[in-house]
């Protein structure tokens, strides 16, 4: 059997469990001709026990009208959040700290993304992680 062609890959951010034939799901899944309530069945079954996070789905769709995708873990910023339990980072990065992060939280930040990011050293996506963190008006230690 041959390898099925790709046609395209798409990327979307939605809520765990409970993403819906509405936009984004239906007009980014509809204008390649997908079965739009089979890929949300199977995503929120897929999310169900990760529900109140957002998590990105990477979607591989195929010359013959098929897909598979993949879930990714949910973006570093919505980790740090998380972290520091608020919700939402400071409205003027770099004058305003929104919280601070200490080393242990960015590490383990770090390591629990890494195979999300574009490096295999746990030093720089602490890098990665902290500069995020900056970009939100959050202080890291």
Known sequence: MAAKKVKTLLKLNLPAGKATAAPPVGPALGQHGLAIMEFVKAYNERTAKLE????????????????????????????????L?????????GRESAGKLTKAQVEQIAKDKLADLNTDDVSQAMKVVAGTARSMG????
């Open 138 to 141: 959050i202080d890291v230690e």
């Open 52 to 83: 109140g996070q957002t998590i990105p789905a990477v979607i591989t769709v195929y010359e013959d009208r098929t897909f598979t995708f993949v879930t990714k873990l949910p973006p570093v910023a919505a980790m740090i959040k998380k972290a």
């Open 85 to 93: 339990g608020i919700d939402k980072g400071g409205g003027k990065a």
